[in-house]
C-alpha cells in the first residue's frame, strides 16, 4: 500500500521569504508524484506533477519540487512568496501501474503568508 | 466548458435522512471518483470509477453508494446520513489513469446534524 505524509500541518512565512513544504511517501512500486494547491473556498488544481525523467519540475508561478528517490521526498519549494500563495497544499501519489484514476493525499498544508 | 459541476455546495441534513450529491463532467474523461476531505486527514477516496457501468470502492466507502450510468455522470448518495459524514465532498474526473491529471469540482459542504 502506499501512504503520504506532509510534515508540516501549517507553514507561517513572511512576503517574499524562501519556503519549503515537505512531503514523504511510502511505497513498495513505482508512483506518479502531485503537488495540488487548494485556495480558500474552492476545489483542487494542479500545481506540478513527476512523471519521469528530470527530478527538478517547476510550476508556472514560480514553485518548484524535486523527486528524492532514495529519501522518497518531493518536497516543495520556491524562493520568494506572495501574499496570494495563502493556501493549502496537498502532495499525492498515484501508482505507475494503477489505471484507475486514484490519487493518495498527504493531510495537507497550510501555508499562511503574512505581510 | 463547464469541467466538473457539482450540486448542491451546501446541505445539512438531519441524522438517518438521505440525499444525493450530483457530479457532472463534459469532458468526456473516463475515471471519476469521490473524494471526502476532513482537517487534518487530507482527502479520502470514497469510491470511483473507471468507466460507465463500473464502480469500486475507495478508502472510506461505508455509507456511501454510487453508480454510473453514464460517462458524464457519477453521483454520490448517502444512504442514511450520519455526523461523521459532515464533511466537504469533491468529485474528480480525469481521461484515463495513472500520471494524467484530476479536474476537480468545487465541492460540496454537508453538515450532518
Known amino acids: 500500500a502506499q501512504s503520504v505524509t506532509q510534515l508540516d500541518s501549517q507553514v507561517p512565512v513572511f512576503e517574499e521569504a524562501p519556503v519549503e513544504l515537505r512531503c514523504n511517501y511510502s511505497?513498495?512500486?513505482?508512483?506518479?508524484l502531485f503537488w495540488y494547491v487548494q485556495y480558500p473556498n474552492q476545489g483542487l488544481q494542479l500545481l506540478l506533477k513527476?512523471?519521469?525523467?528530470?527530478?527538478l519540475v517547476e510550476s508556472i508561478n514560480g514553485f518548484e519540487a524535486e523527486f528524492n528517490k532514495s529519501q522518497t521526498s518531493f518536497h516543495l519549494r520556491k524562493p520568494s512568496v506572495h501574499i496570494s500563495d495563502t493556501a493549502e497544499y496537498f502532495c499525492a501519489v498515484s501508482v505507475l501501474s494503477s489505471n484507475t484514476g486514484k490519487l493518495i493525499f498527504g493531510q495537507g498544508t497550510t501555508l499562511q503568508v503574512k505581510p | 466548458n463547464a469541467g466538473v459541476t457539482q450540486t448542491p455546495k451546501f446541505q445539512v441534513l438531519k441524522t438517518g435522512q438521505s440525499m444525493t450529491l450530483q457530479c457532472a463532467q463534459d469532458?468526456?474523461?473516463?475515471?471519476m471518483s469521490w473524494y471526502r476531505q476532513d482537517p487534518g486527514m487530507g482527502l479520502r477516496l470514497i469510491h470511483y470509477?473507471?468507466?460507465?457501468?463500473?464502480?469500486d470502492q475507495g478508502e472510506v466507502p461505508n455509507g456511501y453508494n454510487v453508480s454510473r450510468s453514464t460517462t458524464e455522470d457519477f453521483p454520490l448518495r448517502l444512504l442514511s446520513a450520519a455526523p461523521s459524514q459532515t464533511s466537504v465532498y469533491f468529485c474528480?474526473?480525469?481521461?484515463?489513469?495513472?500520471?494524467?491529471?484530476?479536474?476537480f469540482g468545487a465541492g460540496s459542504r454537508l453538515t450532518v446534524l
Open positions: 470509477s473507471v468507466g460507465a457501468g463500473i464502480t
Open positions: 513527476y512523471l519521469s525523467g528530470s527530478t
Open positions: 469532458m468526456n474523461h473516463e475515471y
Open positions: 474528480a474526473s480525469t481521461l484515463s489513469g495513472g500520471a494524467n491529471v484530476l479536474t
Open positions: 511505497s513498495s512500486v513505482s508512483v506518479y
